[in-house]
């Protein structure tokens, strides 16, 4: 690893000469990701144009009380906090100095600001001391190519699903192009005001799986944990981003275990839910009010057509966009990829198109900062380093206004 | 019986219908779906493709003609119009399609029907007959409402921008102009303005 930093003087022959050294060198990034509830920062290094290793992953993510969603503050707040623990045990993690580190990259959005302010300054802070590169990066591009880094994805259509985003992509002619999107809410959203108005923990994925699985009995109304949010606040729904951390909610999903022994056991049944889908785009919101109503006689019965319904609008999204493009591989991305009901439905979907189908891994389903040094990893095989004026947050930045290069 | 095409939604076959070439549409039970959710869409969206069919061939929208309808397996059978997808056809000739399409996309909406599904897959062209065809009425709906033509225009806007990047600027310029002779030019800038409303609610879009 020492031997990386020398590396630097080597060939100075055509002007994008750095960029041409780039891609022979082994290269070590550094990436930051502070775009809602995570913080993290990941070691990653690359080899070649393309092929990539994590070397460290370390998060801490911030948790809102029970009921309620992220504070944009209160998340800024907390990632100041954790920031130099969490850098700290990424490096040691890594056995990487600074140093090491070719380049640093930062999530530049999109994303909550001031969560996002405090990723750019740790970012820009290192790089300037340290006079290393920095690359802002798109988070959302961010789970495409960490996705088709570990799952080997060639040319597919990419299902992104978090609490950020709900769309379908293929990439044509250098950028990320949209099939189909959400027309309101994100699924992570849905999924995270629902739970909220249930009263549970964010990230709220995760318990309603578990709910949608056990059985129900609606004749004890006690078995509703109190709601305290109303679920229509502030909702970056970051929430199942995530999903897969073992500390989530741990609190409420005992609680509904304790009950599922408590109660007579009759099978979760299937509410009527409506059903939008408009094209390629769904939409969520109508879907969201209902299901809320639903909750109040039944709740396992509501998490269950909650899912049902949601997922089936998203398989039949999927089935159009795959049928219009072609595409011969889908590949599911973001926080909500975590759920098994969600990729059970999708892989049969794709058993139908005879279509391969990936999911990202579960633990790099969430955010994570791999995502972002893997995108700047790639960024610097064809350019440099941004100047310091241009390492900027920007809260809306969709990812089909970014030309991809490399 | 041959496949055609594994649609989205429905399996596409070419058949025979009292000895002329058809085709049947079957709307298969998806085993992803829960059975009762299943069967409502089925149901649905068969009754509805094949009454708009008819409803919108009435109004001069050329459409295939329908044979029958099985409601229980979900099947239409109807005319096989000879010719290919838009999609498929070279970017000259999307281009010189767009005023017809965006003509017929609003004979629809003047009559107050929204198609539910425009792209440049459901309409298909016959060179040799110079006859431009609509199909794929499974999510249409009977409304007057501008906000829902309004979503229409904004799908096959999407699809333009991104299935068909190169060739956006010019075919949205024509399917618009073509649009505005079966609405009006009021009626047009009502509805464009509507488009922009919807794009500036999706996510992350740059508000203006």
């Given at each position: 690893?020492?031997?990386?930093?020398?590396?630097?003087?080597?060939?100075?022959?055509?002007?994008?000469?750095?960029?041409?050294?780039?891609?022979?060198?082994?290269?070590?990034?550094?990436?930051?990701?502070?775009?809602?509830?995570?913080?993290?920062?990941?070691?990653?290094?690359?080899?070649?144009?393309?092929?990539?290793?994590?070397?460290?992953?370390?998060?801490?993510?911030?948790?809102?009380?029970?009921?309620?969603?992220?504070?944009?503050?209160?998340?800024?707040?907390?990632?100041?906090?954790?920031?130099?623990?969490?850098?700290?045990?990424?490096?040691?993690?890594?056995?990487?100095?600074?140093?090491?580190?070719?380049?640093?990259?930062?999530?530049?959005?999109?994303?909550?600001?001031?969560?996002?302010?405090?990723?750019?300054?740790?970012?820009?802070?290192?790089?300037?001391?340290?006079?290393?590169?920095?690359?802002?990066?798109?988070?959302?591009?961010?789970?495409?190519?960490?996705?088709?880094?570990?799952?080997?994805?060639?040319?597919?259509?990419?299902?992104?699903?978090?609490?950020?985003?709900?769309m379908?992509?293929?990439?044509?002619?250098?950028?990320?192009r949209v099939f189909g999107e959400t027309l309101d809410i994100?699924?992570?959203?849905?999924?995270?005001?629902?739970?909220?108005?249930?009263?549970?923990?964010?990230?709220?994925?995760?318990?309603?799986?578990?709910?949608?699985?056990?059985?129900?009995?609606?004749?004890?109304?006690?078995?509703?944990?109190?709601?305290?949010?109303?679920?229509?606040?502030?909702?970056?729904?970051?929430?199942?981003?995530?999903?897969?951390?073992?500390?989530?909610?741990?609190?409420?999903?005992?609680?509904?275990?304790?009950?599922?022994?408590?109660?007579?056991?009759?099978?979760?049944?299937?509410?009527?839910?409506p059903?939008t889908v408009k094209g390629n785009d769904v939409s969520f919101s109508g879907?969201?009010s209902?299901?809320?109503?639903?909750?109040?006689?039944?709740?396992?019965?509501?998490?269950?057509?909650?899912?049902?319904?949601?997922?089936?609008?998203?398989?039949?999204a999927?089935?159009r966009?795959?049928?219009f493009?072609?595409?011969?591989?889908?590949?599911?991305?973001?926080?909500?990829?975590?759920?098994?009901?969600?990729?059970?439905?999708?892989?049969?979907?794709?058993?139908?198109?005879?279509?391969?189908?990936?999911?990202?891994?579960?633990?790099?389903?969430?955010?994570?900062?791999?995502?972002?040094?893997?995108?700047?990893?790639?960024?610097?095989?064809?350019?440099?380093?941004?100047?310091?004026?241009?390492?900027?947050?920007?809260?809306s930045?969709r990812?089909d206004t970014?030309?991809?290069?490399? | 019986?041959?496949?055609?095409?594994?649609?989205?939604?429905?399996?596409?076959?070419?058949?025979?219908?009292?000895?002329?070439?058809?085709?049947?549409?079957?709307?298969?039970?998806?085993?992803?779906?829960?059975?009762?959710?299943?069967?409502?869409?089925?149901?649905q969206r068969?009754s509805r493709e094949s009454q708009m069919l008819s409803h919108a061939r009435s109004l001069g929208v050329t459409t295939p003609?329908v044979?029958?309808?099985?409601?229980?397996?979900?099947?239409?059978?109807?005319?096989?119009v000879?010719g290919?997808v838009v999609q498929?056809l070279?970017d000259d000739d999307i281009v010189g399609l767009s005023a017809r399409m965006g003509r017929m996309v609003g004979i629809l909406h003047r009559s107050g029907i929204m198609h539910g599904d425009l792209t440049t897959s459901n309409f298909v062209y016959d060179?040799?007959q110079d006859a431009l065809y609509m199909i794929d009425f499974g999510l249409s709906q009977n409304t007057c409402k501008p906000e829902d033509h309004a979503v229409d225009m904004r799908l096959i806007k999407e699809i333009l921008n991104s299935a068909h990047a190169r060739i956006m600027a010019e075919s949205w310029k024509k399917l618009l102009q073509g649009y505005a002779r079966a609405v009006g030019y009021e009626r047009r800038a009502k509805i464009v303005r509507l488009v922009s409303v919807i794009e500036g609610r999706g996510r992350y879009a740059t508000v203006v």
């Amino acid at each position: 690893m020492a031997g990386m930093t020398t590396t630097t003087t080597t060939t100075t022959t055509a002007p994008r000469s750095g960029a041409a050294a780039a891609r022979k060198k082994r290269m070590i990034g550094l990436g930051i990701e502070s775009t809602a509830h995570t913080f993290s920062c990941a070691i990653m290094e690359k080899t070649g144009y393309d092929r990539g290793r994590i070397l460290s992953d370390v998060r801490h993510i911030y948790r809102p009380d029970d009921g309620e969603g992220i504070h944009p503050r209160e998340a800024s707040r907390h990632h100041v906090e954790y920031a130099p623990e969490v850098l700290a045990q990424c490096l040691a993690e890594s056995k990487t100095s600074v140093a090491d580190i070719d380049l640093i990259s930062y999530a530049a959005g999109p994303g909550l600001g001031p969560c996002l302010r405090v990723g750019a300054v740790v970012a820009r802070s290192l790089a300037s001391f340290h006079g290393i590169p920095i690359y802002p990066v798109n988070h959302a591009i961010g789970h495409i190519e960490l996705g088709k880094l570990l799952t080997g994805a060639k040319n597919p259509l990419v299902l992104l699903v978090s609490g950020g985003h709900t769309m379908l992509l293929a990439f044509l002619d250098r950028q990320w192009r949209v099939f189909g999107e959400t027309l309101d809410i994100t699924l992570g959203q849905l999924l995270d005001q629902f739970g909220r108005a249930l009263g549970l923990a964010s990230p709220c994925g995760r318990i309603i799986e578990e709910m949608a699985q056990q059985q129900s009995n609606d004749r004890q109304p006690g078995a509703t944990p109190a709601g305290r949010g109303n679920g229509t606040g502030e909702s970056y729904g970051g929430g199942v981003d995530g999903v897969d951390d073992g500390s989530s909610g741990g609190k409420s999903t005992k609680r509904t275990v304790r009950h599922r022994q408590q109660q007579q056991l009759v099978p979760p049944r299937y509410v009527p839910l409506p059903y939008t889908v408009k094209g390629n785009d769904v939409s969520f919101s109508g879907l969201l009010s209902a299901a809320k109503s639903a909750a109040k006689s039944d709740k396992y019965s509501a998490c269950f057509s909650l899912q049902e319904t949601a997922f089936a609008m998203i398989g039949e999204a999927v089935e159009r966009a795959l049928s219009f493009t072609g595409k011969r591989e889908l590949m599911v991305v973001g926080g909500v990829a975590a759920n098994k009901r969600l990729s059970a439905m999708l892989s049969e979907v794709c058993r139908r198109h005879s279509c391969r189908f990936f999911v990202v891994p579960l633990k790099y389903a969430g955010d994570c900062g791999s995502q972002i040094c893997w995108t700047g990893l790639l960024e610097s095989n064809v350019k440099s380093g941004a100047a310091m004026s241009d390492t900027f947050v920007t809260q809306s930045w969709r990812l089909d206004t970014v030309r991809v290069e490399y | 019986m041959k496949l055609v095409k594994k649609g989205a939604e429905a399996d596409i076959y070419r058949g025979s219908w009292n000895g002329k070439s058809a085709i049947i549409k079957v709307r298969k039970p998806k085993g992803y779906r829960v059975p009762q959710l299943d069967a409502r869409i089925r149901r649905q969206r068969t009754s509805r493709e094949s009454q708009m069919l008819s409803h919108a061939r009435s109004l001069g929208v050329t459409t295939p003609l329908v044979y029958l309808v099985d409601t229980e397996k979900s099947a239409i059978i109807m005319q096989d119009v000879p010719g290919a997808v838009v999609q498929s056809l070279p970017d000259d000739d999307i281009v010189g399609l767009s005023a017809r399409m965006g003509r017929m996309v609003g004979i629809l909406h003047r009559s107050g029907i929204m198609h539910g599904d425009l792209t440049t897959s459901n309409f298909v062209y016959d060179g040799k007959q110079d006859a431009l065809y609509m199909i794929d009425f499974g999510l249409s709906q009977n409304t007057c409402k501008p906000e829902d033509h309004a979503v229409d225009m904004r799908l096959i806007k999407e699809i333009l921008n991104s299935a068909h990047a190169r060739i956006m600027a010019e075919s949205w310029k024509k399917l618009l102009q073509g649009y505005a002779r079966a609405v009006g030019y009021e009626r047009r800038a009502k509805i464009v303005r509507l488009v922009s409303v919807i794009e500036g609610r999706g996510r992350y879009a740059t508000v203006v």
